[in-house]
């Protein structure tokens, strides 16, 4: 127990809490509440139904107000709590209301007289309610399922494409001697900074002249080429001692054994890396596929909740739905690796 | 149940193993020919060529190709189907009565979206590297929690644009979660979206928030690269907190903080998606940067003027280069990297 206290009583000064103490724990909290503070109000939002979502001023929880199905009308009757001239609370259904006086009758008796009320007498029946629907009914108008499908898709073939031709130009640049390798390194580094961006309407063009269009060939390959990869990878490669492929040598081992066999094992770390950052590029790319997609069966995740939020200016509730679902991949693998990711993009430093 | 899963995951393990080794002999089964043929000097070749062949192709060649589009007009997009215009593209774009006044511009669009980037790149930048700086600090320090913490601060970095955009504009909107808190304290309502003057303030903050975590990964691995030793001398030589902040913390962090600089700057200069889906640029020109700007003229408008576009990119990659060797100079001069 003791040592429970000492841990969470851990200080700067010797025995009593620092001033600097609280004021970090200060700022600790005020971070993390303003980090994960939206993305909290985004998902609860997003269970709410749209009565709840247009309610000013907004609660936390999802409520929805409770309704009774009664054999004499079509759709459900929104419940009450209304308090009477006599003082009286009494549960009732309304059927209608005109102006500021509404018109109840009584669920468990609904051929007794209808009572007419004043609507400030009245207070909704509400229970916490969360409502899949906008899951449900965003997935199919959304085509949550194509999209996903076209960004896994992209997300994954990117990122092999990436990790092979990064990781054989680093072994070629790292571990042989012959002409114009400084020059491909340079040219290579000198490109690091060249955003696409920069390049969008040439690029566009080869694209075009090639025929990729409209593809997902087109969004995938561009980018493949990463200066970052192959400087990131190249450094790693150039600290695995070049003994070990000369004694592979040695043993008869082709190159591209020593390559499958030594190099990449030896060189997971900077691979992870690598994974990591093209997993997190490919799956949040937006301008680039925004040009090459026109067509909407073809739109990755983020095109597609960017056009969607475009023509539903107003459909909030399956809007806020679909952008829970386009978050929820990348955060459970976060939630994962967070560890070798936090890691990993500190030692490199490179995004 | 833990042994037969463990048997599970060894035999797993091993059915891996086997695929990739076998793998591994079909390929060596076709490259030893080559190899055989090209010798070991030439498979150095033979494996810089895939990366090669696409780093030519879709970013060397562009590169090249992006300077004949600036010196050529009309809106066809087949190079050889451009009428050779020279110089026009950037006179006109630089065609101004006052370049400060972008209204007197004959692309007036292209100096907003210019004046509206250096303003974004000035404050973004100062603000991010601020607080990144700060937090970095804090997290460095003899806390509890420092993971879960670093994850925090990191977690918004892996959101993608579109959704940083979509949450912010809920809370932004005119009965969103802010405009309540703000009322609920005695307030009045606010229009964040439609108010050029808080579009742009809220695309900064919005940046900051969705970028600051990664800036703080990389000063926070500067802090603790520094030797504690260092530290200890100090407090024995008598130097207070701030003394060896300022004696040993910042002198030391210096080169990271080049790099937070380069790299932050860099990004800053080409916003884009971010703002694109929370104001679409939006009201009016308040929130159009050059990206933007390219992509409207090239891409987006009616008329897609891809001489106009890439003369504007030029200046941009312009820009780009010219603040990258300011800064590695700068840092060299001070003798920090």
């Known amino acids: ?351 | 149940m833990t042994r037969t899963g463990r048997l599970l995951r060894r035999r797993a393990d091993h059915l891996l193993t086997g695929f990739f080794n076998g793998l591994v002999s079909l390929v060596d089964a076709i490259m030893h020919p080559l190899q055989n043929w090209v010798g070991v000097r030439g498979m150095a070749y033979i494996f810089v060529l895939p990366n090669l062949l696409i780093f030519g192709v879709f970013i060397l060649f562009p590169m090249l190709l992006n300077f004949y589009y600036a010196f050529t007009g009309g809106t066809n997009l087949f190079p050889d189907q451009r009428p050779f215009v020279g110089m026009d593209n950037l006179t006109r774009l630089f065609e101004c009565g006052d370049f400060l006044v972008p209204n007197s511009c004959r692309e007036d669009l292209f100096w907003r979206a210019a004046a509206n980037t250096f303003v974004f790149v000035i404050l973004q930048v100062t603000v991010l590297v601020f607080i990144a700086l700060v937090t970095a600090l804090i997290l460095n320090r003899n806390i509890i929690g420092r993971g879960f913490f670093r994850s925090v601060f990191f977690y918004p970095v892996l959101l993608s644009p579109v959704v940083v955009a979509l949450i912010w504009r809920w809370i932004l909107q005119q009965d969103g979660l802010l405009n309540a808190l703000i009322m609920a304290l005695g307030g009045e309502r606010v229009a964040f979206l439609t108010s050029a003057q808080w579009a742009q303030f809220w695309v900064i903050v919005i940046s900051v928030w969705a970028q600051m975590g990664f800036y703080t990964l990389i000063l926070l691995a500067g802090l603790q690269a520094i030797p504690a030793e260092l530290y200890e001398a100090a407090a024995m030589d008598g130097a207070g907190n701030w003394q060896s902040f300022w004696s040993i913390t910042l002198p030391l962090l210096m080169p990271t903080m080049l790099v937070v600089l380069v790299l932050s700057m860099i990004r800053a200069v080409q916003v884009f998606d971010q703002v694109f889906a929370f104001t679409g640029g939006g009201p009016g020109t308040a929130t159009l940067y050059m990206v933007q700007y390219v992509y409207v003229t090239g891409f987006a408008n009616q008329t897609k003027e891809y001489g106009m576009a890439a003369a504007a990119s030029l200046v941009m990659a312009l820009v780009l280069l010219l603040l990258t060797v300011g800064q590695l100079r700068l840092g060299r001069t001070s003798g920090i990297s």
């Open chain 1, 1 to 351: 127990m003791a040592t429970v206290i000492d841990f969470f009583t851990r200080t700067r000064g010797k025995n009593r809490l620092h001033m600097t103490d609280f004021l970090t724990y200060l700022y600790l909290a005020a971070g993390t509440l303003l980090m994960f503070g939206p993305i909290v109000w985004l998902v609860m939002s997003s269970f709410k139904d749209r009565a709840e979502l247009v309610r000013f001023p907004p609660r936390f929880l999802p409520y929805h107000q409770e309704t009774v199905t009664l054999p004499d009308y079509k759709d459900p009757l929104p419940l009450f709590r209304v308090t009477l001239d006599d003082g009286s609370v009494r549960t009732l259904a309304q059927v209608r209301r005109v102006g500021i006086e509404a018109q109840m009758i009584d669920p468990q008796n609904p051929e007794g007289e209808v009572v007419r009320v004043n609507i400030n007498q009245r207070e909704p029946v509400e229970s916490i309610y969360f409502s899949f629907e906008n899951y449900t009914r965003g997935v199919t108008r959304f085509n949550f399922w194509t999209y996903l499908w076209n960004s896994v898709i992209v997300t994954v073939a990117a990122t092999i494409l990436t990790l092979l031709v990064n990781s054989m130009a680093a072994f070629a640049l790292s571990k042989y001697e012959f002409r114009g390798r400084d020059a491909i390194f340079v040219l290579t580094v000198s490109t690091l900074m060249v955003p696409i961006s920069v390049i969008l309407i040439p690029v566009f063009l080869v694209i075009t002249e090639i025929g990729w269009t409209n593809t997902l060939i087109g969004v995938i390959v561009p980018g493949a080429a990463t200066p970052t990869g192959v400087f990131l990878l190249r450094q790693y490669m150039l600290t695995i001692p070049d003994e070990l492929i000369d004694s592979a040598r040695i043993d008869g081992a082709s190159e591209w054994r020593i390559y499958l066999q030594i190099i990449l094992p030896l060189a997971r770390p900077a691979l992870a890396v690598l994974t990591i950052f093209s997993v997190m590029w490919r799956w949040n790319d937006f301008l680039w596929p925004l040009i090459v997609l026109t067509r909407s069966e073809l739109f990755t995740l983020q095109v597609g909740l960017n056009s969607f939020q475009g023509d539903l200016q107003t459909q909030w509730d399956l809007v806020l739905a679909m952008t829970v679902l386009t978050l929820l991949p990348i955060t459970l693998v976060f939630a994962v690796l967070q560890r070798y990711i936090t890691t990993g993009i500190a030692t490199t430093g490179m995004k």
